[in-house]
């Protein structure tokens, strides 16, 4: 048993490090493309570090721009970044854009590029694909597709969000209670997510992340407080502490939308299909919980129990686990404003 509670500790020591206070598993690169006429795009890049050194992760615009590369970045505090001017002479449409020595990286970069009519387009780039044609017109499907896919990522890679969940399905055994308290969730985030990127409401990002993770303290004090005779007040209205803290959740999603920008003339589709891949993120999630959790009620029954016991050490040590790196994350977010 103390083993388990050692284990337990380490993994939450090792969650919070410092290179982990955003709550991602690693932060992605991002390069941006605006073309402000006459065949010139404005470039941002953004790298991450690692070590205190930039990634080994560079930039190749197509062959037809005089500034292919970017020049030396400079560290902004939390990244590496680099801007300049690039001249594409028949624009880039059709050209091939490259992040070499992503392939030996373990994480991805955002491309988001913008024609000067404010049309957006965004592309995920990862190890095993680090490179890929801009088309001369996209596609519906390029638009879906597209968005689905960074909804999908974003939910799993954002941990945070899924330590919420997780605290959720511990905290709620009733499979029907618990789909209902999902489901207000969703509900609930869809909606501040849809209002906040059409620009209906507005709320500054970073105090935002840390009432997020002050959110996932108040499941970690209800998770240690419970007695099994007395109901907490999410064990007794789950959907509405889901619903509540759903609304703030969405705030973190748009913010992460709004980095990635919505194409102009498809920005109901493109919102539409970055929602349900952040379902179906968080279904996979749940689904995977779930089977975990399933396998471990066959091959070891009494630490099932004992993970849903309230009176048990290591529910106790679970609750504590989630509650300390949630707490690291809310100082560290208060800290950062």
């Known amino acids: 048993m103390r083993a388990l509670i050692?284990?337990?500790?380490?993994?939450?020591?090792i969650l919070a490090q410092p290179h982990q206070a955003n709550a991602h598993a690693l932060e992605p690169g991002y390069l941006q493309l605006e073309e402000i006429g006459s065949d010139n795009f404005r470039v941002f890049w953004r790298k991450p570090?690692?070590?205190?050194?930039?990634?080994?992760?560079?930039?190749?615009?197509?062959?037809?721009?005089?500034?292919?590369?970017?020049?030396?970045?400079?560290?902004?505090?939390?990244?590496?970044?680099?801007q300049w001017i690039a001249a594409c002479p028949g624009g880039l449409a059709?050209?091939?854009?490259?992040?070499?020595?992503?392939?030996?990286?373990?994480?991805?970069?955002?491309?988001?590029?913008?024609?000067?009519?404010?049309?957006?387009?965004?592309q995920r780039l990862t190890p095993?694909?680090?490179?890929?044609?801009?088309?001369?017109?996209?596609?519906?499907?390029?638009?879906?597709?597209?968005?689905f896919t960074l909804g999908v990522d974003h939910i799993l890679?954002?941990?945070?969000?899924?330590?919420?969940?997780?605290?959720?399905?511990?905290l709620i055994p009733d499979r029907w209670r618990l789909l209902?308290?999902?489901?207000?969730?969703?509900?609930?985030?869809?909606?501040?997510?849809?209002?906040?990127t059409l620009g209906w409401i507005a709320l500054p990002g970073p105090p935002v992340e840390a009432v997020i993770a002050l959110s996932i303290m108040f499941l970690?004090?209800?998770?240690?407080?419970?007695?099994?005779?007395?109901?907490?007040?999410?064990?007794?209205?789950?959907?509405?502490?889901?619903?509540?803290?759903?609304?703030?959740?969405g705030f973190g999603f748009?913010?992460?939308?709004?980095?990635?920008?919505?194409?102009?003339?498809?920005?109901?589709?493109?919102?539409?299909?970055?929602?349900?891949?952040?379902?179906?993120?968080?279904?996979?999630f749940i689904g995977a919980v779930l089977l975990a959790g399933g396998l471990l009620l066959r091959l070891l029954p009494k630490a099932a129990q004992a993970i849903r016991s309230p009176e048990s050490i290591v529910s106790g040590a679970m609750s504590y686990a989630i509650g300390g790196i949630s707490a690291f994350w809310f100082l560290d977010r208060v800290a950062g404003f």
């Open 49 to 82: 570090t690692v070590r205190g050194a930039p990634m080994a992760i560079s930039v190749r615009l197509p062959d037809t721009c005089e500034t292919a590369s970017p020049p030396p970045s400079t560290f902004d505090g939390a990244a590496w970044v680099a």
């Open 6 to 13: 050692s284990l337990l500790t380490l993994c939450a020591a």
């Open 128 to 147: 095993d694909v680090a490179s890929f044609v801009i088309p001369e017109t996209p596609s519906l499907l390029d638009v879906i597709g597209g968005y």
């Open 254 to 284: 748009a913010g992460a939308l709004e980095e990635i920008g919505l194409p102009q003339g498809d920005v109901p589709l493109a919102l539409l299909f970055f929602n349900l891949g952040v379902e179906a993120g968080q279904i996979l």
């Open 94 to 122: 059709g050209g091939t854009i490259a992040i070499p020595g992503l392939e030996k990286t373990r994480t991805d970069v955002l491309v988001r590029y913008e024609s000067a009519d404010g049309q957006g387009q965004a």
């Open 220 to 249: 970690a004090s209800e998770l240690a407080q419970r007695d099994g005779e007395n109901k907490r007040l999410s064990e007794r209205y789950p959907w509405i502490v889901s619903f509540s803290f759903g609304l703030l959740h």
């Open 180 to 196: 209902g308290a999902v489901t207000a969730f969703t509900v609930a985030h869809s909606i501040t997510m849809a209002a906040a």
């Open 157 to 170: 890679e954002g941990i945070d969000h899924l330590l919420f969940v997780f605290a959720l399905l511990l």
